[in-house]
Structure formats: structure tokens, C-alpha cells
């Protein structure tokens, strides 16, 4: 049985060895979800919700314990930890309400009764990334059991153990067996057996945009539902007319927050030429002030990046000579660590300026005029999230319908509330996670014509 150390990111210590799991372990699997699923969809409505409430009660019990798991395994500082636990538990009870609420249309037709109904696809494939391991598994997992789907799920190589005590957590809180199963392994074997198997009904992917793109060419040979979240190059666009204090003291943690490896990250910061000095002039103490260190203390905001390999793609964005304009510092010896960077000026075509680089490196661009902030927001493959900051009301919203992106935030650097719906435009992804309709991701409308002749 091939296994997998996990790494403290903060340590480079071992913490733990993962069985990897087998093609043949994914197919017995994806068999258990297939049989699981008949079960599941049948279970009357308020006792799937009841469940989900017992088993986001559970992960509340469990919140210091998922979170010092992921602190060790990550790297992310124990104050986000915590939140992102938190985040597990309200993404569950918030769709504990869906079983209830699934309610089809009644469509008037001649001669008889038409109804719809949303049955469940089936059996879901949920591939995660390494950078928020517990959130995203919730955004995926949640609402595709509440909506009567079952759930294979493959969390990142590098970072499995937190999805694998959320799965026990899952079976404590009495979920039947095989509605939510957790498969350590690489994304080469198991993730992409899951995108194979014709017995795989949907495939919610998060990752780079490199591998999404060949999932979704995958999904095609059985003609897979999909959703895709994938990476984003998000412009924080500050206007002179801005609270310039508050634009520069939250700049920083828009973009090194979870070190950067952020799809949300507002990595290319935008700034209207006649304010930049004064703009750059807070930003450099705001970047100061950020505290990166041991991830376990509770006063950390920073921790490292998530392996060695990531830490070199990260710093050959920064070669000598870089137009490093503020630096901060970094806690000496061992663990992954890369300090919280700013680059200006950087020239149009520089792969800094272009490139997701998913970690603590954003540039700064002067822009001429509302036209140019938003041509230049847009002129990147990717369209995730992005930030606006002015005190001109009709100008937020002329610009935040003028970038092309699915998440947009004024005056704040919110991105990915439970509540509302988060998803990519352009090559940022595919499809809307979260909200109040994901559970319609996990759907297919069936229609039913009774005739009453
Ligand atoms: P990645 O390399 O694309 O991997 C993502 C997941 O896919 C991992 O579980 C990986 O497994 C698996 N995988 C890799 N190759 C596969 C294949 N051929 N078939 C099936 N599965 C495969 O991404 P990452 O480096 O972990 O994460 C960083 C990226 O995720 C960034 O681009 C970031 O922007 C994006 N992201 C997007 C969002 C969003 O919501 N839009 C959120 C977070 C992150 P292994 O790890 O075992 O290889
Ligand atoms: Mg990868």
C-alpha cells in the first residue's frame, strides 16, 4: 500500500503517514456510493436534514481539534483554522434547510397536470485542493448530500487530514455508510479515476485552472455535470475619492491572507495615478505590520507557504533585480516561509503582473481614469473576484458591472460568504457553489406531464 507523509509546512517535520488509496479502493467506493445513493434519496426529507444538523454539531464539537489539525498539516494560522472549521460546521446547518425546500414547478399545460421534480444526480466526485481543505469540502460536500446526492471526495495529497476526520465525523453523526466517503491518494490516480468512472455522475472540482481544464475534457467522454472553481488574478481597484487609510491598511490581507495561496487573492492592486505616492505611503507600514510566524500562536496572520516545491514557483516570480518596492520579514530556519512582497513598477507583460502566482507577492499599477481601471481589471484570462474602493456611490457600481468577474466587493475585500453565491466567470470556472441555489447543482430537472383527459 503506497503511503504519503504529511509535512508541517511550519516544521518540515513528518506529522503523519496517509494510506494512499488504490484504483481498485475507488471503484469498491464509488460501488458503496452507487448503493448508498439508492438508500439516501429515499430518506424522508426531514430526517436528511436532522442528520446534517447532527453532523454540523458535531464538527462545532470538534472546531479546536480540526483546527489544530489543520494548523499542523497546512500551516494556516490557528485563528483561520478555527474559522475555516467554523465555516464547515455553518455550510452544513446551512444546508440542513435545503431537504426540506426542494420544491419542483407546477407549469400550466392543456390537458392535464405538469410538474417538475429536482432529483439528485447521483453519485458526486469532489476534488479539493490544498489551500482551504475544509472549506471547500463543505461547499461541495453540503449541499450535494442535502440535495440527495452521495459523495466521493478526494482531498490534495498534501493536506488529507482534515477531510478525513470530517468523514469519520460524518458516520458519528449517523450518516449511512457510503453517503460521504473520503479518499486520500493523488490527484493522478484517484482523482482521476473519479473523472472516469461512468458510474460518477457530477464532478465539483477546485484546483488550477491547468488541471480543470483537462477535467472538464474528461467529463466529457461520459458527459459528466461539472463545476468548476478555478484560479483567479483579482485586481483591488482603489479610486482617489477612496478612504485611502482604509484601502491601504486592508490591501495587504486581501492578498497574504492564507500566504497568498488565495483563488481570491486580490493580487494586482490598481491605483488611480494622481494618489499613488500617498497610496504607496500607507501600503508600505500596512505590509510592515502584517505578522507572519508560528502558525500555532494566536496572534499569527501569516503563516508559511504549503511545501518546499510551491516556495520556488512562488519566489521565481521575484528573480534579482525584481522591482521589489516592500518586503516584509520572515521567522529564520526551518518551514516553507516567503515574505510578504510588493512589486512596483512592474511592466505590463511581467508574469508577476499576468500569472497566478499563489503566494504573498501583489503588484501595484497606476491606472488613468475609470475607463482604464476597468479595461485593465479585465485584461487577464481569469475572472474571479476583485475588490473597489471609492466614495462615489454610482461609481461602484458602474465598475462593479464593468469588471468581468463573479465576486466583487466595495469598500471590503469579502469574497466567499455562505450565504451568496461564489463562481467564476471567463477561465476562472464554471457553474456557482454556495448560496441559495447550490443545492441545484446536484440536481437534474425531471418534467412530468399527467393527463387528466
Ligand atoms: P491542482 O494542482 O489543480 O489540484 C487540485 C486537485 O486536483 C488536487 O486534489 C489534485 O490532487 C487534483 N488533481 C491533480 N491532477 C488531477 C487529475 N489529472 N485528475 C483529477 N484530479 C487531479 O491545484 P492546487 O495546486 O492543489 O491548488 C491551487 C489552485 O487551485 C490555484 O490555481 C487556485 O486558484 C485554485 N483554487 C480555486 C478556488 C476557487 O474557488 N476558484 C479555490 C481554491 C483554489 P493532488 O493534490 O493529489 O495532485
Ligand atoms: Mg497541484
Redesign the pocket.
Known amino acids: 500500500m503506497p503511503t504519503h507523509t504529511v509535512i508541517n509546512p511550519a516544521t518540515e517535520q513528518p506529522v503523519r503517514q496517509v494510506e494512499q488509496t488504490t484504483v481498485e479502493q475507488v471503484d469498491e467506493a464509488i460501488q458503496r456510493a452507487v448503493r448508498a445513493q439508492q438508500h439516501w434519496r429515499e430518506v424522508a426529507p426531514a430526517d436528511r436534514a436532522r442528520l446534517l444538523r447532527r453532523f454540523a454539531e458535531l464538527v462545532d464539537a470538534c472546531v479546536e481539534e480540526l483546527a489544530a489539525l489543520e494548523t499542523a498539516n497546512s500551516g494556516h494560522p490557528v485563528g483561520a483554522a478555527r474559522w475555516e472549521a467554523g465555516q464547515v460546521r455553518d455550510v452544513l446547518m446551512y444546508y440542513s434547510a435545503a431537504p426540506e425546500r426542494m420544491t419542483g414547478r407546477q407549469i400550466p399545460v392543456p390537458g392535464g397536470l405538469d410538474v417538475t421534480f429536482k432529483e439528485p444526480v447521483g453519485v458526486v466526485g469532489l476534488?479539493?485542493?490544498?489551500?482551504?481543505p475544509m472549506p471547500?469540502l463543505s461547499w461541495g460536500m453540503a449541499p450535494a448530500i442535502a440535495a440527495g446526492c452521495t459523495v466521493v471526495a478526494?482531498?490534495?495529497?498534501?493536506t488529507p487530514l482534515t477531510a478525513m476526520r470530517i468523514g469519520e465525523l460524518a458516520l458519528d453523526a449517523g450518516l449511512p455508510e457510503g453517503v460521504f466517503q473520503v479518499l486520500p491518494?493523488?490527484?493522478?490516480v484517484?482523482?482521476?479515476r473519479?473523472?472516469e468512472h461512468p458510474a460518477v455522475r457530477k464532478i465539483v472540482?477546485?484546483?488550477?485552472?491547468?488541471?480543470?481544464t483537462?477535467?472538464m475534457a474528461?467529463c466529457a467522454r461520459t458527459v459528466k455535470r461539472l463545476t468548476l472553481?478555478?484560479?483567479?488574478k483579482s485586481a483591488n481597484i482603489v479610486f482617489a475619492d477612496a478612504d485611502l487609510d482604509k484601502a491601504a491598511a486592508t490591501a495587504p490581507y486581501a492578498v497574504f491572507d492564507n500566504a497568498g495561496?488565495?483563488?481570491?487573492a486580490r493580487s494586482r492592486i490598481l491605483v488611480e495615478a494622481s494618489v499613488l505616492d500617498e497610496f504607496m505611503a500607507r501600503l508600505e507600514p500596512a505590509v510592515q505590520r502584517v505578522q507572519v510566524g508560528d502558525p500555532s500562536d494566536a496572534g499569527t496572520e501569516m503563516g508559511p507557504l504549503i511545501s518546499a516545491a510551491h516556495r520556488a514557483h512562488v519566489a521565481s516570480y521575484v528573480p534579482d533585480g525584481a522591482p521589489v518596492a516592500v518586503r516584509g520579514t520572515v521567522p529564520a530556519g526551518a518551514g516553507f516561509w516567503y515574505p510578504p512582497t510588493v512589486l512596483a513598477p512592474v511592466p505590463a507583460d511581467s508574469p508577476a503582473y499576468t500569472e497566478?502566482i499563489?503566494g504573498p507577492v501583489v503588484t501595484v499599477t497606476p491606472f488613468a481614469d475609470e475607463a482604464d481601471a476597468i479595461a485593465k481589471a479585465n485584461d487577464t484570462p481569469y475572472g474571479?473576484s476583485g475588490s473597489i474602493w471609492t466614495s462615489n456611490v454610482g461609481r461602484a457600481i458602474r465598475v462593479a458591472r464593468g469588471v468581468e468577474t463573479g465576486n466583487l466587493s466595495v469598500n471590503s475585500h469579502s469574497s466567499v460568504r455562505y450565504w451568496t453565491p461564489?463562481?467564476?466567470f471567463k477561465q476562472?470556472?464554471l457553474g456557482r457553489?454556495l448560496g441559495p441555489d447550490a443545492t441545484d447543482a446536484f440536481t437534474d430537472v425531471k418534467n412530468v406531464f399527467i393527463a387528466t383527459d
Open positions: 476534488i479539493v485542493p490544498w489551500n482551504f471547500i478526494k482531498p490534495a495529497e498534501l491518494g493523488k490527484g493522478s484517484v482523482g482521476q473519479l473523472v472540482f477546485t484546483g488550477s485552472t491547468e488541471v480543470g483537462q477535467i474528461g472553481e478555478l484560479g483567479g495561496q488565495d483563488c481570491c497566478e499563489f474571479l461564489f463562481g467564476g476562472s470556472g457553489e
